[in-house]
């Protein structure tokens, strides 16, 4: 069974920092791609980023490119979003999600296991 957990989230000022972390039990870690997504009161699930298991390669929503970074360190069972120059609209409860090998990762419905999610707020 995989299971995730966040953490990382809070209140920050708008042009502050924040870093997720998503902690990923169970097997075989490094074979899955990792996303996180984010939902605002009333609106949908939107995508932020997604990275695929080596590393390699990674996605990002064009509202956060150039300010957001996803990261993960195999070895700890671990991704990362790192969230620079935050802005109001970026409030929202971000969640992350495994996937064992479907396209497309900016997909929700692509992801198997999904974490709880970590409220994050950003203030003007």
């Known amino acids: 069974q995989v299971q995730l957990v966040e953490s990382g989230g809070g209140s920050v000022q708008a042009g502050g920092s924040l870093r997720l972390s998503c902690l990923v039990s169970?097997?075989?870690?490094?074979?899955?791609?990792a996303g996180w997504f984010r939902q605002a009161p009333g609106k949908e699930r939107e995508f932020v980023a997604a990275i695929v298991w080596s590393g390699i390669t990674t996605y990002y929503a064009d509202s956060v490119k150039g300010r957001f970074t996803i990261l993960r360190d195999n070895a700890k069972n671990t991704v990362y979003l790192q969230m620079n120059s935050l802005k109001p609209e970026d409030t929202a409860v971000y969640s992350c999600a495994a996937d064992s090998g479907k396209v497309p990762l900016w997909d929700y419905d692509t992801y198997d296991y999904w974490g709880q999610g970590t409220q994050v707020t950003v203030s003007s």
């Open positions: 169970g097997p075989s870690f490094s074979s899955y791609a």
